[in-house]
Structure formats: C-alpha cells, structure tokens
C-alpha cells in the first residue's frame, strides 16, 4: 500500500535556531499534504498545507515545501522555541482520506 | 466553541468486552474519521464517514464498527474486545474530504 515516511525519527536542536523535518511520500496522486503538530498527551493540531499545485507555502515562522518529482515534503521552523518541542507528522491525503507518516520527535535544547 | 469532543478519556477492558467510543463535534463539518495511534507510530485510519449517512473502511477496520448517528456524532464500536486493540484512538473532522483534519484529545484503551 501506499505510505508516508519520514527520514528521521528524532530531531535535536538548538534554541533560536531553524528545524527542518522531511517527509518521503510515495503516492503520486496524493493532491494535499499537510503537517500537524502532536504535543504529549493532546491529540495532533493542523501546523500548515500545501496542495499538489504549490511547490512552497508560508505561513508564522513555518514553511512548507513540496518536491513532487521525488515526492518530498519538508518542514521549516525558524527561531524554533521550547514550546516547538513535539511530535510532527506529515500526512497525505487522497480521495478523501489522509495517511500519515510515523512522525519525527523534534527535541529544543535551552 | 469546544471542537471535537471524545468519551472516555480513558478506558480498561477485559478481552472479550464491548464498548462504544463516542465523538462529536460542533463546528459543522461534514467529514467525520477514527484513527488509532500504537506507541512511535503514526496514525492509522480505521473508519471515515465523508457525509451523514455514509460510512467507510479504512486501513484497519477489522474488529470495529461504526455509526454516524447525525452531522455531529460519530461513534466506534468495539464488539468483543482483543489486547491487540490497546491504542490511543482519536476521532477527528473536516470540513469536506481533502480538507485538514480537527482532532479530539484522544482514548486511552487498554485492553487486558
């Protein structure tokens, strides 16, 4: 079946630095994806989209983009803060149903 | 304005138990989903309902049911309660299909 993965599952970095999280999907007829947030104990919260006919989207301090020729999709937070510290996942969404990937645990060091 | 809206929160059952996992939402959306969430994975989708009246499988429907009640309550039912189904399940909203999701905050089920 079709799948969404992400490269990394844990991701460290420094306060006031910028994070990027990838995502490899592998469905060519997914049309929207988006990236959700999932903090310990609360259930996931939309960050941002992009659909298939954007290649990048910008929204507060987060940047989606989308590489449809190698089906790639990545997460931007810049000045990342302590509370960016979760759990994302990206997710793919085809004839009315959405996929996720198995997340990546972005970790803010003070 | 409370979102979507799960109960229990927590849950613990005997093998071969049944129960109902309620969810619903006030924001007037159309789609309704449940997805089940094991420890460091993603979530898996185990039913969906695009519009009242309709339902439909998901990844992994098997040993579940569903019922969209009206446009606002979405319940899963588990029939006869396996360990295997121990998992976070989350009912989530859309406004349409191919729209981002609203979750609610999640059932803890355990089953011994």
């Known amino acids: 079946g079709e799948s969404v993965g992400l490269h990394l599952p844990t991701l460290s970095v420094q306060e006031g630095d910028n994070s990027i999280i990838n995502c490899a999907y592998s469905?060519?007829?997914?049309?929207?994806f988006i990236w959700y947030k999932q903090e310990s104990g609360k259930g996931p919260q939309f960050i941002i989209d992009?659909?298939?006919?954007?290649d990048k989207r910008q929204g507060q301090r987060v940047t989606v983009l989308l590489n449809k020729t190698v089906k790639h999709l990545s997460l931007q937070i810049a000045a990342t803060q302590p509370g960016d510290s979760a759990v994302y996942f990206c997710?793919?969404?085809?004839?009315?149903?959405?996929?996720f990937g198995d997340g990546t645990t972005l970790t803010v060091k003070p | 304005n409370a979102g979507v809206t799960q109960t229990p929160k927590f849950q613990v059952l005997k093998t071969g138990q049944s129960m109902t996992l309620q969810c619903a939402q006030d924001m007037n959306h159309n789609s309704m989903y449940w997805y089940r969430q094991d420890p460091g994975m993603g979530l898996r989708l185990i039913y969906y309902?695009?519009?009242?009246?309709?339902?439909d499988k998901g990844e992994v429907p098997n040993g579940y049911n569903v019922s969209r009640l009206n446009k606002r309550e979405f319940s899963l039912r588990l029939e006869s309660a396996a360990p295997s189904q121990t998992s976070v399940y989350f009912c989530?909203?859309?406004?349409?299909?191919?729209?981002?999701?609203?979750f609610g905050s999640g059932t803890q089920l355990s089953v011994l």
């Open positions: 997710a793919e969404s085809n004839a009315g149903k959405s996929t």
């Open positions: 989530a909203s859309s406004d349409q299909t191919n729209e981002k999701l609203f």
């Open positions: 469905n060519s007829a997914s049309d929207y």
């Open positions: 309902s695009a519009s009242e009246g309709t339902t």
């Open positions: 992009i659909r298939s006919n954007m």
